[in-house]
């Protein structure tokens, strides 16, 4: 807001008597411009009401509202006769009825539409990899099938594999180009939210009447698109022709539904409920792992049952979990010491190697490196629900640090400012303390960084946008200065994260509300990680040991 004698300075004081808006130096000039007021100067605060300039008469603020013409009007429009006989409301009362009507909206588009727009999309994701696995068992079983033919037939065999190739690009572009429209949706709900916090926020009247959330365009669904499963019959040896002797596709078409989505209000049933755990009052431990790690930095789960470690040394180590025994080792492929491991969907591990600026993926017990990277070193790693890899990584300088998201090995996205330009990350030129930065996807796709060096837990949503900065909780457990290491997140879209200097775990929600520690006597906590029922396995760093902890009910 600015001075309104300037109109270049920024408003600092406020003229009660003339409605009028100064800063400091235009005090003087507008008390001495008409000496015959008795100028009341009050400091402007953030909270003091902004009412509108009146559109009739130059000059004057509107402190009323015609509801017959849905205007702001000011005095001198009342004393006249252009609303004669109009009802007026006072301004600030307009103004709260305005702002709750928004603030039903908005929690309409929190509690309601969004979330079946993630829904939505989540399905989609799923069923785009169901036919990924249905396709490759499709071409698998035509390959088998072929196997039992002579030499003559291989070109019907390879038709029918371009075919089913063919079909599948058709449905899976379908599929995807359904979930762009329905994340585009989703992003068009973002910017309704944020407009809508904007307006809550502020006391700019003019502002908060000109934001209408357009609910009701968001509430009629996208038809749901359901894609038929392949099927391949086989053909029987009496059949004469020889493309049905050897089998055939069945014909495929997209099916669209219409109303197959629904939005869940508050009046939905408790069958319909998605399964919420509470917190636990006291955590429990519930078993200890002895890894003799050097140093012990990370932890991932293979599946419920077997767990994954790193630390300092070239081995990575997977455990049984119940048992607490030695399973297997891997050496890195240069013997350095990985920085970071996680696990792929498809259940394979990845490490990163800082100092050989790889990132590598173990198959079948040999090492391939999936991405090879020019002046920047990886950091961490973490696999997403989609299947990418999301690395925070530091130029080979350390003066900068970004997030780089690939698909397969191919670089489809970079998080590293912000709007205004600014670096989202701490950064650092000693080689030797680049500021930890372990990453994880929540399950509403934001992506989390425990960012050490900004002693912040740093959350930025898909379209690379900060949503908050979590900066610790008071008082900590050890009255020490929060300093985030490891994180990850559960079912429950929780964010936890390790305190080292505190000795402690952080649970916060996925809009960064502080929820609870847990403690469990766990000694400097680094690397953490959740299995499939939410329990939470702790890496720490001296002792060399993981301890497996049930926090939810």
């Known amino acids: ?68 013409c849905h205007i702001p009007v000011c005095v001198t429009c009342v004393a006249s006769n252009q609303h004669l006989g109009h009802e007026l409301s006072k301004i600030l009362e307009v103004l709260d009825k305005k702002k709750e009507k ?11 539409i969004f979330p079946v727009y993630q829904s939505i ?67 068009d709900i973002n910017d309704e939210i944020e407009s809508a916090d904007g307006a809550l926020d502020s006391y700019d009247i003019s502002t908060v009447l000109s934001v209408t959330p357009n609910v009701d365009q968001y509430k009629d669904l996208p038809q749901k698109i359901e ?12 059949d004469e022709e020889l493309g049905k002797l050897f089998g055939s596709l069945s014909s495929i078409s997209v099916q669209s539904e219409e109303h197959g989505y629904n939005i869940k209000t508050t009046q939905k049933s408790p069958e319909a409920s998605p399964v919420i755990k509470q917190l636990l009052d006291q955590p429990q431990t519930v078993t200890t792992i002895h890894t003799e790690h050097r140093k012990l930095h990370n932890v991932t789960c293979l599946n419920d049952e077997e767990i994954w470690t790193c630390g300092d040394g070239s081995t990575m180590k997977l455990f049984s979990i119940n048992r607490g025994s030695l399973l297997k080792s891997m050496r890195t492929k240069t013997g ?34 999936m991405i090879r990277l020019q002046n920047w070193k990886p950091l961490y790693v973490c696999s997403t629900s989609t299947g990418d890899l999301l690395v925070t990584m530091n130029s080979n300088d350390y003066k900068q640090s970004k997030i780089v998201r690939y698909s397969d090995s191919t670089e489809t996205q970079t998080i590293q400012f912000d709007d205004q330009g600014r670096p989202l990350f701490s950064s ?29 837990v740093m959350v930025v949503n898909q379209a690379e946008k900060l949503r908050f900065r979590y900066t610790g909780h008071t008082p900590t457990p050890k009255n020490n200065l929060f300093r985030p290491r490891g994180i990850t ?65």
Not at 31 to 42: A, R
Not at 102 to 112: G, P, R, S
Not at 541 to 551: E, F, G, L, S
């Open 121 to 187: 999309a989540s399905e989609v994701q799923n069923r785009i990899s169901q036919l990924e696995k249905e396709y490759g068992d499709l071409s698998t079983a035509i390959t088998k099938h072929g196997e039992h033919w002579h030499r003559e037939i291989d070109k019907l065999v390879q038709k029918l594999k371009a075919d089913v190739e063919e079909m599948k690009t058709t449905q899976l572009h379908t599929l995807q180009k359904h979930l762009d429209e329905v994340n585009m949706k989703i992003s």
């Open 489 to 553: 997140t559960d079912n429950q879209s929780h964010i936890l994260t390790t305190d080292d200097k505190n000795h402690c775990v952080h649970i916060i929600d996925q809009d960064g509300q502080f929820l609870c520690y847990i403690d469990c006597r766990v000694n400097e906590p680094e690397g953490l990680c959740t299995d499939s029922k939410d329990n939470l396995f702790v890496a720490q760093y001296r002792n060399k040991q993981v301890k497996k902890i049930k926090y939810l009910q």
């Open 1 to 68: 807001m600015r001075c309104d004698l300037c109109e270049t300075a920024m408003v600092q004081m406020y003229c009660d008597t003339c409605l009028i808006n100064l800063c400091k130096a235009c005090v003087g000039e507008h008390t001495f411009s008409d000496e015959s007021k008795k100028h009341e100067i009050l400091r402007f605060q953030k909270s003091t009401p902004f009412y509108p300039g009146c559109t009739s008469h130059d000059k004057k603020r509107c402190e009323m509202f015609c509801n017959q």
């Open 336 to 369: 350095n010491s990985p920085q970071d491991i996680a696990m792929t969907n498809s259940g394979n591990l990845v490490y990163t190697d800082h100092w050989d600026s790889t990132v590598n993926i173990v198959k079948n017990e040999e090492i391939q490196t």
């Open 227 to 238: 894609p038929p499963s392949p099927k391949f019959s086989l053909g029987g040896i009496q």
């Open 428 to 456: 650092t030129d000693n080689p030797y303390n680049f500021c930890p930065k372990y990453i994880s996807e929540n399950r509403n796709l934001d992506i989390c960084v425990a960012d050490s060096g900004a002693r912040a």
């Open 102 to 112: 928004i603030m039903k909206e908005k929690n309409k588009l929190n509690e309601t």
